[in-house]
């Protein structure tokens, strides 16, 4: 499944269970889900790719120039603050830290 179709699964059950007067519940996401969706690996990829070439200049509007215009769109899905922390936080390699992404806020 993809990014977009896991995010409107758990909105279409959260509204299910709430039409039904059911205003509670947990979901729990295991820790590195993200990298088992196989549209994420490939935006990864050439990510890691574009913020390389790019240096520490990177802005969102220069990478988003950059990528796949099917990158570009699952870029613009995510919201704004994990966008920031995928251009700000990488490795010494340039690579993004998926790991630390902050997920909870």
């Known amino acids: 499944k993809s990014l977009k179709d896991i995010t409107t699964d758990l909105a279409d059950m959260i509204e299910q269970r709430s039409n039904a007067g059911r205003n509670y519940g947990v979901i729990i996401l295991p820790e590195g889900l993200i990298e088992f969706i196989p549209e994420f690996n490939l935006l ?8 390389a ?3 520490s200049d990177a802005t969102e509007e220069s990478v988003l120039a950059a990528l ?3 990158n570009a769109e699952r870029f613009n ?13 990488r490795d010494p390699h340039g690579n993004v830290q998926v790991a630390k992404i902050e997920t909870d806020k």
């Open 53 to 55: 070439a790019a240096g």
């Open 77 to 89: 899905f995510l919201p704004d603050f994990i966008r920031a922390q995928l251009l700000n936080d």
């Open 68 to 70: 796949t215009p099917e």
């Open 44 to 51: 990864m990829a050439e990510l890691n790719d574009k913020l």
